[in-house]
């Protein structure tokens, strides 16, 4: 899907810049996944440039190397909404961009991290500012909540652990959708009206961004990030089964089988559980020599 605008107005621009926005980069694993990270730091220093400021290791960083072609989106206060793709083009640890950066209150004040590198993308596609079709999102979210319970599966895993269950299920909760085109681009599609169905499928009604939805192939692999306003996150991924009707209501679900805390400062995978191995070994830890 190709966006309509291929450069940033000065208004996109400006919505940029404050560090107070949700901020969404999704970029695809070397695995070939789709995966979402949010990323506040998400700026335009021009009509046709973006750049992000790195302070923790993350993933999304490492794929972006990798695989340079990501999609954004960006959502300020006034829920103005901003998407499209970019191409990852360089870093740099110095500059006016990297200035910038640790000249904001955010980190200009913080004792204990910076920006340490900032990374440049190269503007492919934009659209916005769209505003969020409430009306439909709070339609689709009611009709989510009543076909749930029919979208059930029989899998007794806990693959979902409980606070990302709430976290899916919460009406003011932010959820997006990527998965990866035929060109080798992540799509972002707004998912407002997700809800969990047991603790390993994700269900919503279409009504909201059905146009977009229905372009998802059926049985292709997506991710689906979950977050609220107090910065709580989770990242699943799964299989997107297509849509089928559950007590009559239509719907799309996603059968999970891999969820991520995204949370800093302790970023890991929560499902599949990761066997616990003794440490014996530091990668930053040297003996002494005798």
Request: charged share 20%; with cysteine; hydrophobic share 40%.
């Amino acid at each position: 899907m190709a966006y309509p605008d291929v450069t940033l107005n000065d208004t996109a621009i400006q919505a940029f810049s404050p560090a107070e926005k949700i901020g969404l980069v999704a970029s695809v694993s070397p695995e070939r996944r789709p995966h979402i990270s949010l990323i506040t730091s998400i700026r335009a220093s021009g009509p046709g440039q973006l750049t992000l400021g790195e302070f923790c290791k993350g993933a999304s960083k490492a794929n972006i190397q990798q695989h340079p072609e990501i999609a954004f989106c960006v959502m300020t206060m006034d829920r103005r909404m901003w998407r499209g793709h970019a191409r990852w083009s360089h870093l740099k640890n110095e500059g006016p961009e990297y200035q910038a950066y640790n000249d904001l209150p955010m980190f200009r004040y913080n004792a204990y991290f910076g920006i340490h590198t900032v990374h440049y993308l190269d503007l492919v596609d934009a659209r916005g500012p769209e505003k969020l079709p409430l009306g439909r999102i709070l339609a689709s979210a009611v009709l989510t909540r009543a076909a749930r319970g029919g979208a059930d599966t029989a899998d007794s895993r806990q693959v979902l652990p409980p606070f990302a269950r709430t976290l899916f299920n919460r009406m003011d909760a932010l959820k997006f959708l990527a998965y990866i085109r035929d060109d080798g681009f992540p799509e972002i599609i707004p998912l407002l009206q997700c809800r969990a169905a047991g603790s390993s499928r994700l269900v919503f009604c279409p009504l909201a961004y059905g146009a977009e939805l229905r372009q998802v192939p059926a049985g292709i692999e997506v991710a689906v990030f979950g977050l609220t306003l107090q910065m709580e996150s989770v990242l699943t991924r799964g299989a997107f089964t297509g849509f089928s009707r559950s007590r009559t209501i239509r719907v799309g679900a996603v059968d999970i089988n891999w969820v991520y805390n995204s949370m800093p400062p302790a970023h890991g995978r929560i499902y599949p559980p990761a066997p616990l191995e003794p440490v014996t070994r530091w990668a930053d830890f040297h003996e002494p020599t005798p």
